[in-house]
């Protein structure tokens, strides 16, 4: 955990210039399709996920919890942004022995038709921009760290990330992540640490993007078993840190259905939107092994809407295995 902590700050410590993490910050790196959330379920509770994601969604969230995947999981998300901006993505993950976990992703984000003008403001055609990222990742039980009073999982994530605008760059990261189990007389609680983005951004022209490097530091508990809470703390290379929370609430429907209500709080966006803009819910089924999961976010000043639908499907462990399920 040291090491993983003393390699987490050298990493960040290396690009960042006077004006990084802070709001000075804000436009000076490329690439922010990186930053789109995948997972209804972690946007509902207001991206304060870090800690508890255990699907193949972690590619994303923290590479960490796909250690918690115990046969086989697959999830796919669609949103809708403003301005006619759709992006989706799917990944995959499959358990390959008793502590590690394969998982790999797609991502796509079509901003749609735009209008191309010369230096005129004369009409030359339209273009279109989109984003696309195909990622690797791999979660590992670490049970040389873990013992009855703790459990410890490390993930890894590499990414290719290709945009065309008018015209054409590729971009090169990867993400590092931990999660560490706690048990405690009466509950459990987590704790979590994650870099994400750390690479070689896209190049345009003649310069170098710096990619959104950001740490996440994240925790969850159940003080009632139906009860989630989570919380995070965010530092993105390119803009002031900012923090989340959130909130899920399970029932049991019948014997096979089961439904989940959630709300989070994220102040990323509280300066350029409004206080509206920071509340996101949202709910879920779970039918069997099959998922059904929306998440709605006002977009505050926008004066939008923006809703996420996801759907995943997780195959349970078939026999007791030496790390706890979630």
Request: glycine share 10%.
């Amino acid at each position: 955990m040291r090491a993983f902590i003393a390699a987490a700050a050298a990493l960040l410590c290396l690009p960042a210039g006077a004006s990084d993490f802070g709001r000075a910050a804000a436009g000076t790196s490329g690439s922010e399709f990186l930053l789109f959330d995948t997972s209804a379920r972690g946007i509902a509770m207001g991206g304060a996920y870090s800690a508890a994601t255990n699907d193949a969604s972690s590619l994303y969230w923290n590479p960490a919890g796909l250690a918690q995947v115990p046969r086989f999981s697959a999830t796919m998300l669609h949103a809708q942004y403003v301005a006619d901006i759709t992006y989706n993505a799917a990944s995959v993950a499959k358990r390959v022995n008793d502590t590690s976990v394969l998982a790999a992703g797609l991502r796509y984000l079509d901003v749609g038709a735009i209008t191309r003008t010369d230096i005129n403001g004369l009409s030359d055609g339209e273009f279109h921009p989109r984003s696309y990222l195909a990622e690797l990742g791999w979660g590992q039980s670490i049970y040389d760290l873990s013992d009855s009073e703790v459990d410890v999982a490390m993930g890894a994530t590499v990414k290719y990330l290709h945009t065309d605008l008018i015209e054409h760059a590729d971009a090169y990261g990867g993400d590092l992540g931990v999660i560490s189990r706690f048990y405690g007389t009466s509950q459990t609680y987590d704790v979590s640490m994650a870099i994400q983005n750390v690479g070689a951004g896209q190049k345009f022209d003649q310069t170098r993007d710096t990619l959104p490097t950001r740490l996440r530091f994240g925790g969850g508990a159940r003080p009632l078993k139906p009860l989630l809470l989570t919380i995070e703390a965010i530092a993105p290379i390119n803009n002031s840190p900012h923090g989340a929370a959130g909130m899920e609430y399970s029932v049991d429907i019948q014997k096979s259905l089961k439904g989940a209500v959630r709300a989070g709080l994220n102040s990323m966006t509280y300066d350029s939107l409004g206080m509206s803009s920071i509340i996101n819910f949202g709910f879920g089924l779970q039918a069997s092994d099959l998922s059904f999961d929306y998440a709605f976010s006002p977009a505050g000043a926008l004066g939008a809407q923006i809703h996420r639908i996801s759907i995943s499907y997780n195959l349970p462990a078939k026999v007791s295995r030496r790390y706890r399920e979630r």
